[in-house]
T-cell receptor, first 117, second 112 residues
């Protein structure tokens, strides 16, 4: 298994540009999520999905859109990039339809470093 | 999910045990304690979790006080590769929502 993969690893955007951060997992996890991490801070949840066709907002959703058309993929879209969106973005996945606490642990991707000028 | 409090940073000598504390005084009966770590801006990595009993795996041990208001993650023989930010998270393992809240964590520096 490749686990959780993210592309690109690095990206530089100009203010106002749009782009999509890709996330894929091959573990058949129902739950997928996006976090951002700013320097010296913990992770903050942007959006999450509990299955194909189902998405919901996290703590900091403004400026980001998501969709979940397949179990494997959960892209994050920046419609009009702003310097405040400069951050490291992590995608994570886990099982969902289980009450077992270990199966609910999240697996994280390697991250995408985004710089908005 | 209950809030957690961790010291911002700690040092530990290589080869010694690293004991990382976490306070979660408002924890409820069905909330689990999870520990993750993040090495040098990589994605966070699961370490261990527990409910009320002490737990041990190949990476670490988790000691939870009897009143469950605090816990300690123990790395028995810390190495330089254990230098990372360690996050203590408390949440209910219920069948919806996976919204882990990652606070600032504890930055552990293992010194040679």
């Amino acid at each position: 298994n490749a686990g959780v993969t993210q592309t690109p690893k690095f990206q530089v955007l100009k203010t106002g540009q749009s782009m999509t951060l890709q996330c894929a997992q091959d573990m058949n996890h129902e739950y997928m999520s996006w976090y951002r991490q700013d320097p010296g801070m913990g992770l903050r949840l942007i959006h999450y999905s509990v299955g194909a066709g189902i998405t919901d907002q996290g703590e900091v959703p403004n400026g980001y859109n998501v969709s979940r058309s397949t179990t494997e993929d959960f892209p994050l879209r920046l419609l009009s990039a702003a310097p405040s969106q400069t951050s490291v973005y992590f995608c994570a996945s886990s099982y969902f339809r289980t009450s077992h606490p270990l199966q609910k642990t999240q697996y994280f991707g390697p991250g995408t470093r985004l710089l908005v000028l | 999910d209950a809030k957690t409090t961790q010291p911002p940073s700690m040092d530990c000598a290589e080869g010694r045990a690293a004991n990382l504390p976490c306070n979660h005084s408002t924890i409820s009966g069905n909330e689990y304690v999870y520990w993750y770590r993040q090495i040098h801006s990589q994605g966070p990595q699961y370490i261990i979790h527990g409910l009320k009993n002490n737990e041990t795996n190949e990476m670490a041990s988790l000691i939870i006080t009897e009143d469950r208001k605090s816990s300690t993650l123990i790395l028995p023989h810390a190495t330089l590769r254990d230098t990372a930010v360690y996050y203590c998270i408390v949440r209910v393992a219920k069948n919806y929502g996976q919204n882990f809240v990652f606070g600032p964590g504890t930055r552990l520096s293992v010194l040679p």
